[in-house]
């Protein structure tokens, strides 16, 4: 087969828009599992090294899906060749997910080879798709050496343990992390510009927007089977679920109301989509991470919400809150340019309520930060409104 015939059978075509394919919903079920997953992780492990261990293991999902997202806004999901790849992505995805609980004990090297395999994995198979003369091939290749360099310092964490592990991990993840930051700089082999990347920008933004609405649909999860789990209901049981189920309401209006189809128009015309297309990754994966821990405030509400407001409880119900906000004022700063102010309202009343929280329930907490989150939401919902109709005038 001609070089200009496979690449032409592997690539996308850029003379439409790329629509998500079956293949990339399908492919992000997985993840819904992962998302789970990490939530119960961290709603058993409610302690300073707990939460940085839940970090590291998120930032490693979030790279397998990142990745992944790109590579399938270059490459057609439709060929059999990459629809191959994207489905052994899928099966060690469940693998490094079922792994997950046990990653910081006895599956550390199962959890860490399955990460690398996905990494190191997809980046050769797309290498030897496109051929040695392909405009992308510099690219995947300095792409491969980051991913090698990264795998060592996950395989020698698996065979670590305790803070060792953890170090050696977080020593992987940077890797991955800051090569993009440097245009995959490499020793011996160059560098790249985010101008190289020519992704289909409302695609990179579908995805982003579906992989929100996974995470959300486990916070729904999370505060449905806490409630199922009582085996009466009373009023208070069921001001809980309201308390739940209001937050993630309050979350998906912020990111969809307005801010998803801004984003999507900004990156479809911007000038260097794959830059724009990077801060959308880099903002996504704090703003995802604060639904996460947002869905384990939702089940400690439910099933704890008589008790007094311990510290290990206040970092899930106000800190998923505060990096939910941050992590979504940063994604709108990248689409409009400025930080919306009704974000950092929130995040000063999360502030003051931290401070007089230890002396109240967790329901209380709860209800609290759920006030001020759909504050927030109500407030951004009614200065876009207006702005939106000071332009159509």
Same mark, same amino acid.
């Given at each position: 087969?001609?070089?200009?015939?496979?690449?032409?059978?592997?690539?996308?075509?850029?003379?439409?828009?790329?629509?998500?394919?079956?293949?990339?919903?399908?492919?992000?079920?997985?993840?819904?599992?992962?998302?789970?997953?990490?939530?119960?992780?961290?709603?058993?492990?409610?302690?300073?090294?707990?939460?940085?261990?839940?970090?590291?293991?998120?930032?490693?999902?979030?790279?397998?899906?990142?990745?992944?997202?790109?590579?399938?806004?270059?490459?057609?999901?439709?060929?059999?060749?990459?629809?191959?790849?994207?489905?052994?992505?899928?099966?060690?995805?469940?693998?490094? $997910?079922?792994?997950?609980? +046990?990653? =910081? /004990? &006895?599956?550390?090297?199962?959890?860490? @080879?399955? *990460?690398? !395999?996905?990494?190191?994995?997809?980046?050769?198979?797309?290498?030897?798709?496109?051929?040695?003369?392909?405009?992308?091939?510099?690219?995947?290749?300095?792409?491969?050496?980051?991913?090698?360099?990264?795998? $060592?310092?996950?395989?020698? +964490?698996? =065979? /670590? &343990?305790?803070?060792?592990?953890?170090? @050696?991990? *977080?020593? !992987?993840?940077?890797?991955?992390?800051?090569?993009?930051?440097?245009?995959?700089?490499?020793?011996?082999?160059?560098?790249?510009?985010?101008?190289?990347?020519?992704?289909?920008?409302?695609?990179?933004?579908?995805?982003?927007?579906?992989?929100?609405?996974? /995470?959300?649909?486990?916070?729904?999860?999370?505060?449905?089977?806490?409630?199922?789990?009582?085996?009466?209901?009373?009023?208070?049981?069921?001001?809980?679920?309201?308390?739940?189920?209001?937050?993630?309401?309050?979350?998906?209006?912020?990111?969809?109301?307005?801010?998803?189809?801004?984003?999507?128009?900004?990156?479809?015309? /911007?000038?260097?989509?794959?830059?724009?297309?990077?801060?959308?990754?880099?903002?996504?994966?704090?703003?995802?991470?604060?639904?996460?821990?947002?869905?384990?405030?939702?089940?400690?509400?439910?099933?704890?919400?008589?008790?007094?407001?311990?510290?290990?409880?206040?970092?899930?119900?106000?800190?998923?809150?505060?990096?939910?906000?941050?992590?979504?004022?940063?994604?709108?700063?990248?689409?409009?340019?400025?930080?919306?102010?009704?974000?950092?309202?929130?995040?000063?009343?999360?502030?003051?309520?931290?401070?007089?929280?230890?002396?109240?329930?967790?329901?209380?907490?709860?209800?609290?930060?759920?006030?001020?989150?759909?504050?927030?939401?109500?407030?951004?919902?009614?200065?876009?409104?207006?702005?939106?109709?000071?332009?159509?005038?």
């Amino acid at each position: 087969m001609s070089h200009d015939h496979r690449r032409a059978t592997t690539l996308r075509s850029r003379d439409q828009a790329a629509r998500v394919s079956n293949e990339e919903l399908f492919f992000d079920l997985v993840y819904a599992f992962s998302v789970t997953q990490l939530s119960h992780y961290l709603l058993d492990h409610l302690t300073l090294m707990g939460a940085l261990q839940t970090l590291v293991m998120w930032f490693a999902v979030w790279l397998g899906w990142q990745y992944t997202a790109w590579t399938t806004n270059w490459f057609d999901p439709g060929t059999l060749r990459v629809r191959g790849v994207l489905f052994g992505i899928m099966l060690l995805a469940m693998v490094m $997910a079922s792994a997950l609980p +046990g990653a =910081f /004990a &006895e599956r550390g090297l199962v959890f860490a @080879l399955c *990460f690398v !395999g996905i990494q190191a994995g997809r980046t050769l198979c797309m290498l030897v798709a496109i051929g040695p003369n392909d405009p992308l091939t510099p690219n995947f290749r300095r792409l491969l050496a980051w991913n090698c360099l990264a795998g $060592a310092f996950w395989i020698a +964490g698996g =065979f /670590a &343990e305790g803070p060792v592990r953890l170090g @050696l991990w *977080f020593g !992987g993840v940077l890797c991955e992390y800051i090569a993009p930051m440097i245009g995959l700089r490499f020793p011996g082999l160059g560098r790249s510009l985010t101008s190289d990347w020519t992704i289909d920008g409302g695609n990179l933004a579908e995805r982003c927007q579906l992989f929100v609405i996974v /995470a959300l649909g486990e916070s729904v999860l999370a505060t449905g089977i806490a409630f199922g789990h009582h085996a009466e209901w009373h009023a208070v049981d069921l001001f809980a679920l309201l308390v739940g189920f209001a937050g993630s309401l309050a979350m998906w209006w912020m990111y969809f109301d307005t801010s998803a189809k801004e984003a999507t128009h900004v990156i479809e015309h /911007a000038a260097d989509p794959g830059g724009i297309g990077a801060k959308f990754h880099y903002t996504h994966v704090i703003l995802v991470a604060g639904i996460i821990v947002c869905a384990v405030a939702d089940e400690l509400t439910i099933g704890e919400g008589s008790h007094h407001a311990e510290l290990k409880y206040l970092g899930a119900l106000i800190g998923g809150p505060a990096i939910y906000l941050f992590g979504n004022a940063l994604f709108k700063r990248v689409v409009r340019g400025f930080l919306p102010q009704s974000h950092l309202y929130g995040l000063g009343l999360l502030a003051v309520l931290a401070v007089f929280a230890s002396h109240m329930t967790v329901m209380a907490v709860g209800a609290v930060t759920t006030v001020i989150m759909i504050g927030v939401a109500a407030l951004e919902a009614v200065v876009r409104r207006r702005a939106l109709a000071a332009k159509t005038h």
